[in-house]
């Protein structure tokens, strides 16, 4: 495999390790730096250069995009995609990690459990948005903060105000989360790879630190993680469209919060903790998915004239207690991709399986006939009115 690693840092641990890693495998393996791309859109196949010459062809890439170059770092690897190129990490599941309100918004969708979170920007609104998440003390958070910078633990409600009044002046985006008590000072990172977690780490902030992060001072210790913490991390970097991906969660008292899900995972500490070979495990699951490029589905399922990709939802449907194949839905030329129950993911369902209340059917085929499967609602006739006088005068100029 010709393998290349994005990155800016090509001295960093994780860096060097992959690229070890990766040599040792008999693989060949160059670390690019992400800002010397430049994105070919003139020609008639999607292209890049490096340093101004034309790059050479790649089996995979592994990103190390930084939070500070994420636009352009995702538009490389956007690139890549266009060409063919295997990325275990997708441009869109590294922007959706690195913007943390985008994130909670998509992990909230799927029923991820997370510390209660509120996001505002008019001054009125702060203080009904720190009691909606349980009052003070809160956690205060840049959206695009890494290693722990940007993360505020705000004792008071006042302090609060303060602080989300002060970053608003500067134009600074901020999430106000609940600050969960039990877990104060410790957290739990699970390293994903492809459908499994391979190693899991606890990391305990120092003194009276909150942040457990290992760049703020934090230890860390191996730690097994029962079912359901590894359910929730890989369900998580699924999600995110990610297939190497760190995700930090909390030990909540019903179970494990997650609370970030990272695309650039650094392997130091948790190789450190667990003597485990992670970036040598990394290098394996690329090897063995160089051959499946990531595509963007919709996209490719949506160019044909009136066919699609589309959700339909059984919740309230005549269909409930039927089986998939009394749908009919073959005969309708609509192919059912994946049946979603609960956190359950049914790839290439039978037709003998029987539909549930709450099953969501991921499906391409005629957009129409999906149409016609979605419960009748009331719909609005648009009636376009004549403009005003003050309008027209308006239009007018």
């Known amino acids: 495999m010709k393998l290349a690693i994005l990155s800016r840092a090509p001295q960093a641990y994780s860096t060097q390790r992959l690229q070890s890693a990766a040599l040792e495998r008999g693989h060949t393996v160059r670390v690019l730096n992400t800002l010397r791309f430049a994105i070919d859109l003139a020609g008639e196949a999607p292209d890049l250069l490096y340093r101004g010459k034309q790059l050479s062809d790649y089996d995979a890439i592994l990103p190390r995009i930084g939070s500070s170059i994420s636009y352009f770092g995702t538009a490389v690897v956007r ?28 992990l909230s969708r799927h029923n991820i459990e997370m510390p209660a979170t509120a996001f505002v920007r008019n001054r009125a609104d702060v203080r009904p948005a720190i009691e909606s998440v349980g009052g003070a003390p809160v956690v205060i958070k840049l959206l695009e903060g890494t290693q722990g910078i940007g993360v ?10 303060a602080i989300i009044e002060t970053l608003h002046s500067t134009r600074q985006n901020v999430l106000i989360q609940r600050f969960v008590s039990e877990s104060r000072g410790r957290d739990v990172r699970a390293l994903v790879i492809g459908d499994r977690v391979v190693a899991a780490m606890r990391r305990t902030a120092g003194g009276d630190e909150f942040r457990s992060n290992v760049h703020r001072g934090g230890t860390v210790e191996p730690v097994q993680l029962d079912s359901v913490y590894e359910q929730t ?14 995700v930090d969660m909390l030990e909540g008292e019903e179970g494990p919060l997650v609370m970030e899900v990272n695309s650039s995972p650094g392997l130091q500490g948790i190789e450190s903790a667990t003597g485990l070979d992670i970036a040598g495990a990394i290098i394996d699951f690329i090897a063995n998915q160089v051959n499946f490029p990531e595509i963007d589905l919709r996209q490719r399922l949506s160019v044909s004239t009136a066919y699609g990709v589309a959700e339909l939802t059984m919740h309230g449907s005549e269909y409930v207690g039927k089986t998939l194949g009394e749908l009919g839905l073959w005969d309708r030329d609509v192919t059912v991709l994946t049946l979603h129950r609960g956190v359950q993911v049914i790839p290439n369902p039978r037709k003998s399986i029987v539909l549930e209340a709450e099953d969501r059917l ?5 957009l129409e006939e999906m149409r016609s499967m979605l419960p009748e609602r009331r719909r609005r006739r648009t009636r376009l009115r004549k403009l005003s006088k003050a309008a027209r005068e308006l239009a007018d100029g």
């Open 79 to 106: 690139q890549f995609e266009q060409m063919d190129v295997y990325t275990p990490n997708t441009s869109n599941g590294i922007a959706n990690a690195r913007d943390k309100l985008r994130a909670n918004q998509i």
């Open 152 to 161: 505020i633990l705000a004792p008071q409600v006042k302090v609060a105000e």
């Open 233 to 246: 991390a890989v369900r998580a970097a699924q999600i995110m469209g990610l297939r190497v991906a760190g």
């Open 362 to 366: 991921l499906c391409f085929g005629k």
